[in-house]
């Protein structure tokens, strides 16, 4: 992007202009040790780009949060400057990773959360002045008012915002995590969760995930956990560039998907005895992820010897065939690889399935006829 660009779409932060919103479900996080942005892959944790938060006459050192104002679709983010006391609020470019000064916090701030209705939270680390603190702040100027002082756990606060029950949720702690929830409005009441399952140590991240009911975290190992708000914890999963903190996610409202699969065979008119070729194609039509996509796939006693690629069981992805995660316009190829025996009119079925709401699924399933080439138009092909 030319200099000009980057002008222009940093001014537009600065006035309040949001940017269009992703076409599909994304993450973002920064590492709070050195000048790196990232743009995550949300099943692996690798660095999908990785750019340097820019903010005119600042040198940026890391950052401690990044989160989405939910009526704007507005990046803010806390970053730690060279030769400033306390923490900047900034608004960020996700695409470009500019940012536009907005204030000083005057604070160690550590995390940050917005309300449903745009009124946003920030939290002071354990090293802070005034430790353990939640603030409301004005995004507009970055001045603080106090809301309440929370307390429990030790190193790390983490605050993110879970829409469903309007409540504010809290990770804080390395050896023993604290997680718990208080109200987003006076008095700010808190309530203990007993966590159940591994956290992996201190939580550096998380942000609500409404297609899945889960918060998406970040940890000390640099690998994520999803918390559901109940306490229950899922294994680590993935790798990422850093222990990220922040955690921002973007995409469309919708949790929404439509799983279409399609079936051809190659050669289009097999030979008895001969090898053929399936090909499946599940596109994702919808906008939102697909999670835990599935096939069952049905082959007639005409093939046998059958073996699948682009099953997560390869290559004995028959009759259950695990896909990984398709996102809004991803398709997934599946090929079968067997043995014809010439039986006229063998029938192939296979049928997508989804935890995600599918929109259609009278589409879900697709067959296939196989004739062999003397059955195939009424009498024996020369």
Not at 106 to 124: C, E, I, K, P
Not at 174 to 201: C, D, H, M, Q, R
Not at 352 to 373: Q, R, V, W
């Amino acid at each position: 992007m030319n200099t000009r660009s980057k002008a222009l779409r940093a001014a537009a932060y600065a006035a309040g202009v949001a940017l269009a919103p992703a076409a599909q479900a994304q993450l973002y996080g920064a590492s709070p040790f050195q000048n790196q942005f990232y743009k995550l892959d949300m099943v692996t944790g690798a660095a999908i780009t990785t750019n340097a938060i820019d903010v005119p006459t600042r040198t940026i050192t890391g950052t401690n949060s990044v989160t989405i104002d939910p009526t704007t679709n507005i990046a803010y983010a806390v970053v730690k400057a060279s030769g400033v006391t306390g923490r900047l609020l900034v608004t960020i470019d996700l695409d470009t990773a500019v940012g536009v000064e907005i204030g000083n916090l005057g604070d160690n701030f550590s995390s940050l959360a917005f309300r449903a209705d745009g009124q946003l939270f920030g939290v002071t680390g354990d090293g802070a002045t005034v430790p353990e603190t939640l603030y409301l702040i004005d995004k507009g100027n970055a001045s603080v008012t106090l809301a309440s002082a929370l307390g429990n756990g030790a190193d790390g606060e983490v605050i993110a915002f879970e829409p469903r029950d309007g409540m504010l949720y809290h990770w804080s702690g390395n050896g023993t995590v604290v997680f718990e929830k208080l109200e987003s409005s006076p008095p700010y009441t808190v309530t203990n969760i007993p966590i159940v399952g591994a956290t992996n140590g201190e939580t550096f991240g998380a942000v609500w995930d409404e297609c899945t009911g889960v918060f998406i975290t970040s940890n000390i190992n640099s690998a994520f956990n999803t918390f559901a708000p109940d306490g229950t914890v899922t294994p680590q999963y993935g790798t990422t560039p850093d222990d990220v903190r922040g955690l921002a996610l973007v995409g469309p409202n919708s949790c929404d998907v439509d799983l279409s699969p399609t079936l051809s065979i190659a050669p289009a008119e097999p030979t008895p005895a001969g090898a053929v070729s399936l090909d499946v194609q599940v596109p994702n039509a919808g906008p939102a992820r697909a999670l835990a996509p599935t096939l069952t796939i049905t082959l007639p006693a005409s093939l046998s010897a059958a073996s699948t690629t682009g099953c997560a069981e390869d290559p004995t992805g028959i009759p259950t065939c695990t896909l990984p995660v398709l996102f809004g316009g991803d398709v997934a190829t599946v090929t079968i690889a067997a043995t014809y025996d010439g039986t006229p009119s063998s029938l192939v079925t296979v049928q997508a399935a989804t935890t995600s709401n599918d929109t259609d699924a009278g589409n879900d399933i697709a067959t296939l006829a196989i004739d062999d080439t003397i059955f195939a138009n009424g009498f024996e092909l020369p």
